[in-house]
């Protein structure tokens, strides 16, 4: 009969040996959970970036800390922060989608509407241009005044187009904003009726 | 300006001037009140061909567009 002697290193060895597989199964886990969460934001990130950045942060934090535990050799951790972001991601390219329609539509609406103030605003500038006199309410220099306002919001709005056109619509919905208000003022400064989608918002 | 009255319709972004014409008024008047000149009142002839026929025929009501 073999002594107890025998048993003690061979028990030690299956155990190690036990330790060491369950440790690697952990850490394959984990690599693979990390890999999954990287696909899948790096497969959306640029898009959601350019449509939700603030957002789009936490993602890049997650997938961080999920890789500075495994360097740690905390696979337990790096795997249960590493599992929950495909799913993360998935709720972002939704919202992403979202704001995305959400922009296009304000776009489209401003591009229907702030043409119109900008035809009017320069027909009503041409017009006074040639006048002798000028209305009640209008001097010279504040119509000049309209002028330089009327130009700069053209020229705002060409920039607005173009920074849709390539692409970057917080840019030019941005751009439209302004674009939207100096027409307002010139409109106002001239004595014209603001259309009611353009009106500021009353006070209080 | 104050007979510039609101557009209302479908089309919030409709930037149109209107002007309803009250009794009194030509459009020689109507002209210097938006332009500060009675002789360009044929800008807003021309603005409502579809409605005036004669520049010195308008009615009390009539909503005149102002270029």
């Given at each position: 009969m073999k002594s107890k002697k025998f048993w003690v290193p061979v028990l030690l060895v299956v155990f190690a040996l036990g330790a060491a597989a369950c440790g690697s199964a952990k850490k394959e886990a984990a690599t693979t959970a990390i890999k999954a969460a990287e696909d899948s934001w790096n497969a959306v990130k640029a898009e959601v970036v350019k449509y939700i950045p603030d957002q789009a942060k936490g993602v890049d934090d997650g997938i961080k800390a999920a890789k500075e535990n495994f360097d740690k050799g905390n696979f337990d951790a790096a795997l249960e922060t590493a599992k929950v972001i495909p799913d993360r991601v998935k709720a972002l390219v939704a919202a992403a989608a979202a704001k995305k329609a959400e922009m296009a539509k304000a776009w489209e609406e401003m591009s229907g509407g702030l043409p119109k103030m900008l035809d009017a605003i320069k027909s009503r500038l041409d017009i006074l241009s040639q006048s002798r006199k000028l209305p009640a309410g209008l001097d010279k220099e504040k119509l000049e005044g309209a002028k330089g306002g009327y130009e700069t919001?053209?020229?705002?709005?060409?920039?607005?187009?173009?920074?849709?056109?390539?692409?970057?619509?917080?840019?030019?919905?941005?751009?439209?904003?302004?674009?939207?208000?100096?027409?307002?003022?010139?409109?106002?400064a001239l004595g014209m009726q603001v259309p009611a989608a353009a009106a500021p918002a009353p006070k209080g | 300006m104050a007979g510039e009255e609101k557009k209302q319709g479908a089309d919030a972004w409709d930037a149109t001037q209107w002007h309803v014409v009250e009794k009194g008024e030509t459009l020689s008047k109507i002209s210097r009140k938006y332009y500060g000149d009675p002789n360009l009142y044929m800008k807003i002839f021309e603005a409502n061909k579809d409605v005036l026929k004669n520049p010195d025929l308008i009615k009390i009501g009539q909503k005149l567009r102002i270029p």
């Open positions: 919001a053209a020229k705002m709005w060409e920039e607005a187009k173009a920074a849709f056109a390539g692409g970057n619509a917080t840019d030019a919905l941005a751009k439209g904003k302004t674009v939207k208000e100096k027409a307002v003022e010139v409109m106002t | -």
